[in-house]
């Protein structure tokens, strides 16, 4: 009776302890979780951490007592016939009922926060979220808009965003329910934030699907979470989790860009060359520079500098061919014919032409392009 009521104490101060650390803002555990998959993984991991804290309390106060109670300067004996009495006898079927119990009880739950992972039916919004090195790209599939996210490098070491901000956020409403469908060009990447969205690898070729429903406005961040490379650090994701009415007219924002893109791209408008330098250096700065970098210096021998480059800097037909089919040798270098404009192609291919001392003095026009695809 005195110990059952001493280990009610012992643990309640225990749960008191680890309800404080969760509370505190130390970091200490998991990000607050607001979304319906993830606060059951929350719950789950509490579960478990409150289960594993009495268990470890328990045998922490069972041992000690023992060790002082037993102890050989006490004179203790040791009982010859403790496998004959009635507990000796029975602790054999006990403990592991008592341990497949409280197994079983984490499982349950656990089964029915497996069951809710897996059901990413009937979503409102399809969010195809694609990993490269590293960048992130995001086509809402009912939209038909696309959003290039990379590392925003602006930030200073010293800030607390440092390699956690984007230069384009996902913009998503809350308390709608968002399918997530997870793919990547490359290598495995993985598109974690832990506080709306659980972990499933994206892989070349596979589509992996996850579901949120966003209950709270407000900034979430995240990372790459599976080893993609030396440039690994420096893909953080970023959602804006806006109200429904702010979301539906970023969505006819959206839309009415692009369709003022794709009138410019294919009106038969000469541009000047420092109207396309401007676009290009925005292309560029959006889809190439993980690879070839600010200053187009490339990362050799994986990636060609194009500052000085063979291609960069001979026969214009040789430069649209490589960005509008990719590389014949190496397909790392795609084909980027469905992914940018014939303006878009035309500006950053007159980009790289003329910035960095790469002075060619060509200019490139979308019907220059239009004609190569
Ligand atoms: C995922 C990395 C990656 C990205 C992103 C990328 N490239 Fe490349 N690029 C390569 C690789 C690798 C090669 C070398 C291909 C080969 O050896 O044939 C290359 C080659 C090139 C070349 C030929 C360079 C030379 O002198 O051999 C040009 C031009 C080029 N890329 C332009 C672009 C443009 C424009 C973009 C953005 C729209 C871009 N690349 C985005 C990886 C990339
Ligand atoms: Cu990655």
């Known amino acids: ?69 037993f102890r050989k300067s006490a004179g203790y004996e040791a009982d010859q016939n403790f496998h004959v009495s009635w507990f000796g006898k029975w602790a054999w079927v006990m403990v592991p009922v008592v341990v497949l119990g409280i197994d079983l009880s984490i499982a349950g739950k ?38 290039v996210s990379n590392l925003n490098k602006d930030i200073p070491v010293t800030d607390n965003n440092y390699l956690r901000d984007v230069d ?27 506080a709306l969205a659980y972990k499933k690898d994206s892989i070349p070729g596979y589509i992996n699907e996850t579901w949120a429903i966003i209950e709270k406005e407000g900034t979430y961040r995240g990372q790459c979470a599976e080893n993609c490379g030396t440039g690994h650090a420096y893909m953080p994701i970023v959602v804006k989790a806006v109200s429904e009415d ?43 520079v993980a690879c070839h970098q600010s200053e187009g210096q490339g990362l050799p021998p994986a990636f060609p500098a194009l500052k ?6 001979g026969p214009v037909a040789g ?9 014949k040798k190496n397909p790392v270098m795609v084909a980027w014919a469905n992914a940018l404009n014939d303006l878009e192609m035309a500006a950053v291919i007159t ?23």
Not at 32 to 41: A, C, K
Not at 351 to 366: I, K, L, S
């Open 1 to 69: 009776m005195l110990i059952g009521k001493r280990l009610k104490f012992l643990s309640a101060a225990g749960l008191a302890t680890l309800a404080s650390n969760a509370v505190a803002e130390y970091g200490l555990n998991l990000p607050e979780p607001v979304s319906p998959v993830t606060r059951d993984i929350f719950d789950l991991h509490m579960l478990t951490a409150y289960v594993a804290t009495v268990i470890m309390i328990i045998i922490t106060a069972v041992v000690v007592y023992a060790l002082w109670k």
């Open 110 to 147: 656990a089964t029915k926060t497996f069951s809710l992972v897996e059901d990413s039916s009937d979503p409102d919004i399809t969010l195809k979220v694609t990993g490269s090195q590293w960048k992130w790209t995001y086509d809402y599939m009912d939209d038909d808009i696309r959003l």
């Open 168 to 194: 384009n956020p996902v913009i998503l409403p809350v308390n709608k329910r968002i399918r997530f469908l997870h793919t990547a060009t490359d290598v495995l990447h993985a598109w974690w934030v832990p």
């Open 246 to 288: 702010k979301y539906a007219s970023w969505v006819a924002e959206q839309k009415a860009e692009k369709a003022k893109a794709m009138a410019e791209a294919t009106s038969d408008k000469a541009w000047t060359k420092d109207e396309l330098m401007e676009r290009g250096k925005k292309v560029y700065m959006t889809n190439c």
């Open 308 to 313: 000085a480059g063979p291609i960069t800097t």
């Open 319 to 327: 430069h649209i061919d490589i960005v509008v089919n990719g590389s």
């Open 351 to 373: 980009y790289e032409r003329n910035a960095w001392g790469n002075d060619t003095g060509d200019v490139v026009q979308p019907a220059d392009v239009k004609a190569a695809r």
